[in-house]
């Protein structure tokens, strides 16, 4: 027996949430039938929206970020950035990689208002 073995959970065979994907130290929310909905309603009731699919990091899953011509948006997980891009080409919205093209002026506009209370 070693030094440390006593301290050490026996029959450690906790399984990931139903829900969860792990992705390196973190567990991150898998995309649901309810962000796809989500994403649907802000296409349907938005004008001018993009689409700005952004890659998998450490912390989060691929998401797709849609902003409307105001600047108004909305981010979601999506289960791949095949998927995202369908989607966006399915209801006619542009959509681009953010981590090639950053997010809009006008997102960044959009969230200076909301944070003065013009909005």
């Known amino acids: 027996m070693g030094m440390f073995d006593r301290f050490r959970r026996k ?4 399984a990931p949430a139903r829900d969860a994907t792990r992705t390196g130290s973190t ?8 962000d796809a909905r989500h994403l649907e ?9 993009e689409g700005f699919v ?6 989060s899953d691929v998401t797709l970020l849609l902003v409307a011509h105001d ?4 981010r979601r997980r999506v289960p791949s950035v095949k998927w995202a891009h369908d989607f966006a080409n ?14 809009p002026q006008r997102m ?3 969230n200076r208002r909301k944070k003065a ?3």
Do not use: L
Request: charge should be positive; hydrophobic fraction near 35%.
């Open 54 to 59: 952004e890659p998998r990091t450490a912390v």
């Open 90 to 103: 399915r209801h006619r919205v542009p959509s681009y990689d953010a981590a090639v093209v950053g997010v």
């Open 27 to 34: 567990r991150v929310r898998a995309s649901d039938g309810e």
């Open 108 to 110: 960044r506009d959009y």
């Open 41 to 49: 309603a802000f296409v349907a009731t938005r004008q001018g929206v």
């Open 71 to 74: 600047g108004e948006w909305t």
């Open 117 to 119: 209370g013009g909005i």
């Open 11 to 14: 029959g450690r065979t906790s």
